[in-house]
């Protein structure tokens, strides 16, 4: 089992930084896929960035350039680093925890989520 919590969301203007944070619990944080999701109001929750346990790196295209994952193994934590904000950056942004175990097992956990909204 997996406990992730995030952190780092807030309010922020358009063009700004936010840097959030997602504490995974358990020995096992390096071997697991770390992906930063996102869910915009009304709409249907979107994959962001992706870094896995070798430190591949995937970003959405609405992304690229802006944003950066990485990941710290020592301490258990992801990060998204998010620049040049925009108002269609704003969504709740939520951590996951992805690996695959024998078989067709799949170990999958999702953190509560953290808010960041981009205004002006």
């Known amino acids: 089992q997996v406990q992730l919590v995030e952190s780092g969301g807030g309010l922020v203007q358009p063009g700004g930084s936010l840097r959030l944070s997602c504490a995974a619990s358990g020995s096992t944080f390096s071997i697991y896929a770390m992906s930063w999701y996102r869910q915009p109001p009304g709409k249907q929750r979107e994959l962001v960035a992706r870094?896995?346990?070798?430190?591949?790196?995937n970003y959405a295209d609405s992304v690229k350039g802006r944003f950066t994952i990485s990941r710290d193994n020592s301490k258990n934590t992801v990060y998204l680093q998010m620049n040049s904000l925009k108002p269609e950056d704003t969504a709740v942004y939520y951590c996951?925890?992805?690996?695959?175990?024998?078989?067709?097992?799949?170990?999958?956990?999702w953190g509560q989520g953290t808010q960041v909204t981009v205004s002006s």
């Open positions: 996951n925890a992805f690996r695959r175990g024998y078989g067709p097992t799949e170990y999958n956990y």
């Open positions: 870094i896995s346990s070798g430190l591949s790196t």
